[in-house]
């Protein structure tokens, strides 16, 4: 290989572990705050939860810890589907969340969940 092809290969390599390193979200950009609503559903505390996508990328993918999760109170699906048994939330599954956008919902049980953000994917352009 000729010296100049190496430099090339070499700042192509460069940028691409740059814009690797810029074009992603970190976790702690989904902020998720949860408050009680002072509303009580089937003898349950209702908590209010806004996930809001705080990156300057749209992410897509957004899964919470829902480990043990449950609700009294029926969540829209396509806002946040929890598996079976509960381990993961996914945050308005197949969908893109924009960036500054905050997902809403509200559950209802006797105790508050973490659902702390564990993976999510940023379309960073
Ligand atoms: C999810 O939450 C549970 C219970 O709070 C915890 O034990 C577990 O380590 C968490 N998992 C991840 C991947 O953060």
């Known amino acids: 290989m000729r ?4 430099k090339t290969l070499t700042i192509v390599l460069f940028l691409a572990l740059i814009s ?4 992603k979200c970190l976790l702690s950009d989904i902020s ?3 408050s009680q609503t002072g ?3 089937k003898g349950k505390a209702e908590w209010s939860v806004s996930i809001t996508n705080k990156c300057s990328c749209v992410q897509t993918n957004v899964v919470l810890n829902c480990t043990g999760f449950q609700s009294a109170e029926e969540i829209d699906p396509s806002i946040l589907t929890v598996t079976l048994p509960p381990k993961l939330g996914f945050v308005k599954p197949g969908q893109a969340i924009n960036r500054d956008e905050v997902v809403s919902f509200k559950y209802a049980w006797d105790n508050q ?5 564990i993976s999510s994917q940023s379309l960073c352009p």
Request: net charge neutral.
């Open 3 to 6: 010296a100049s092809t190496i």
């Open 20 to 23: 690797e390193g810029y074009g």
């Open 113 to 117: 969940f973490s659902l702390n953000p």
């Open 39 to 41: 509303v009580m559903v």
């Open 32 to 34: 998720v705050r949860q």
